[in-house]
C-alpha cells in the first residue's frame, strides 16, 4: 500500500516543531560553552535557518514602512497635487479662443438720415487646437510634472531609507551600549567585594565606577541620537507614529554592474529627460503650426432702416515682421539644449553608478573581513573570565577590554557603511 502524503499544513508543522527543537539546542549549547567557543557559536546561530525567517520579517516591515511613507508624506502628498494642478493648467489650453461680439448703433446726420446698426461675431481659429499640436504638448508636460515628480519622491524615499538603516544602527548601538553598561557595572561590583576582602584598594573601585559612569553616558548620548532619529522617521510619515526597533539591517546583495546598467534608461531621472526632449520636440512642430497665418472667421452685419446687409467674415493675419519664424528657432534651440541635457545626465548617473558600486563592494569586503577576524579573536570573554579568576589586572583589563570594544564598534560602523553604500546603489537604478 503506498504511503499517504503529508498534507501541506502538517509539513509546516513538522518544520516549525523541527525549527523549534533546534533552536532550543543550539541555545543550550551556547548557554554551557565555555567563553572561547561563544564566539564560533554565535556565528552558528546567525547562520542558522531562523536567521532568514528574522530576514524575511525586517524585510516585510521595511516595505510596509516605506510604503507608509510613500502614502502619507506631506511632501509627496503635495507634489502629487501639483502634478494633478499642472494636467489641469494644459487641459484648459485645449480649448479654442472665445468668441468676440461687436454691436454698434449710429445716428444719422444730418437730421432726416437714418441710424444704422452693426453686428459682428468673431471667432479666431488656433491652428495648434485644431490641428491637435496642442494636445501633444499638453500630454508630454503632464509625463514631464509625473518625471519631476518621481525624481523628487525618489529622494524623499532615499532620505527615509538611509533614517532607517541609521536608526538600525543606533538599535545596535544601543544594546551593544547596554551590554557593556551591565557588565561594567557587575565588574564595579566584583572590584567592590574584593575591596572589602582586601584584594583590592579604593583606587581600582573608583576606576571601576568611572567606567560604568562613562559607558552609561555613552548609552544616554546614543539614546538621544536614536530619539532624534526616531523624530525624523515620524516626520517623513507625515507626523503619524512610526516603529522601528529592529537591529537587523535589510539585506540588498548586489548583482553585476552591467546588470544595474541596463535598468538605467527606466530610471525617474532618464524618463523625465526623454519627455523633456519629446516635448520640446511637441513645441517645435507647435511653434511650426502657430507661425501660419492666424485665420478668423464670423458673422457681420449692417442694418438700415428699410434695408439690411449681412454676411460671412474672414480675417488673416499678415507674418509681414517674422515673429513666427523666430519663435521657430527659438523652439529649435530649446529642443537641441534638452537633448544635450538628457545626454549629460545619462553620463553622470552612469559614472556615479559605477563609483557607488566599487565603493559598495569595498566596504562590503571591509566590513565582512573586520566581522569574520572579529567573531575569530574577540578577547572579551577571555578577559572577563581572566579577570574573575585574578589573573590580569584592573588596569590591563580596562586596556585590552577598550580595545576589543574599539574594534567591535569599527565593525559595527563598517557594516552600517556598507548596507547605506548597497542602498545606495539600488536607489539609482530604481524604477
Known amino acids: 500500500m503506498a504511503p499517504v502524503p503529508e498534507k501541506p499544513t502538517d509539513c509546516r508543522q513538522k518544520m516549525k516543531k523541527t525549527t523549534d527543537i533546534d533552536m532550543k539546542r543550539l541555545l543550550y549549547i551556547i548557554m554551557c560553552a565555555r ?60 480649448r479654442l479662443p472665445d468668441p468676440e461680439v461687436g454691436l454698434a448703433y449710429l445716428w444719422g446726420s444730418p437730421q432726416g438720415v437714418p441710424a444704422r446698426r452693426n453686428v459682428e461675431v468673431t471667432q479666431q481659429l488656433d491652428w495648434g487646437v485644431l490641428s491637435g499640436r496642442r494636445r501633444q504638448v499638453a500630454r508630454l508636460s503632464g509625463d514631464v510634472s509625473q518625471g519631476d ?55 581600582d573601585v573608583n576606576k571601576m565606577r568611572l567606567n560604568a559612569s562613562l559607558t552609561a553616558t555613552q548609552l544616554r548620548r546614543a539614546e538621544v541620537a536614536r530619539g532624534q532619529l526616531r523624530q525624523e522617521l515620524q516626520r517623513l510619515a507625515g507626523g503619524r507614529p512610526v516603529v522601528w526597533d529592529d537591529t537587523l539591517y535589510v539585506d540588498h546583495p548586489l548583482p553585476p554592474l552591467a546588470d544595474l546598467r541596463t535598468a538605467l534608461p527606466a530610471t525617474p531621472e532618464l524618463r523625465a529627460a526623454e519627455a523633456a526632449v519629446e516635448l520640446q520636440r511637441a513645441r517645435l512642430r507647435l511653434s511650426r ?44 534651440a530649446q529642443l537641441v539644449l534638452a537633448e544635450l541635457q538628457r545626454d549629460d545626465r545619462a553620463a553622470r548617473l552612469d559614472a556615479r553608478l559605477g563609483q557607488r558600486y566599487a565603493e559598495a563592494l569595498a566596504l562590503r569586503a571591509t566590513a565582512d573581513r573586520l566581522g569574520r577576524e572579529l567573531a575569530a579573536a574577540d578577547n572579551a570573554p577571555l578577559l572577563r573570565r581572566a579577570l574573575e579568576l585574578e589573573r590580569l589586572s584592573l588596569l590591563d583589563y580596562l586596556l585590552e577590554l577598550s580595545f576589543c570594544y574599539d574594534a567591535r564598534m569599527q565593525w559595527m560602523e563598517a557594516e552600517r557603511d556598507a548596507r547605506r553604500a548597497e542602498a545606495e546603489v539600488w536607489l539609482l537604478t530604481r524604477e
Open 35 to 94: 567563553p572561547v567557543a561563544l564566539p564560533l557559536l554565535l556565528i552558528m546561530l546567525f547562520l542558522h535557518p531562523a536567521a532568514a525567517v528574522a530576514q524575511t520579517g525586517v524585510g516585510e516591515r521595511y516595505r510596509a514602512l516605506l510604503d507608509s511613507i510613500d502614502r502619507h508624506n506631506t511632501t509627496l502628498r503635495a507634489l502629487r497635487q501639483q502634478v494633478e494642478a499642472d494636467r489641469a493648467g494644459e487641459r484648459a489650453a485645449l
Open 149 to 203: 515628480c518621481q525624481v523628487q519622491r525618489r529622494e524623499v524615499m532615499a532620505e527615509a531609507e538611509r533614517v532607517i538603516t541609521e536608526l538600525s544602527y543606533y538599535n545596535r548601538l544601543c544594546a551593544e551600549l547596554a551590554r557593556r553598561k551591565a557588565d561594567a557595572d557587575e565588574v564595579a561590583a566584583l572590584c567592590e567585594r574584593r575591596r572589602d576582602n582586601g584584594s583590592v584598594n579604593q583606587l
Open 289 to 332: 503650426t502657430e507661425a501660419l497665418p492666424a485665420l478668423s472667421v464670423g458673422f457681420a452685419g449692417e442694418y438700415i432702416k428699410g434695408e439690411g446687409h449681412s454676411g460671412v467674415s474672414l480675417g488673416l493675419s499678415v507674418p509681414l515682421w517674422g515673429s513666427g519664424r523666430r519663435r521657430t528657432a527659438q523652439s529649435r
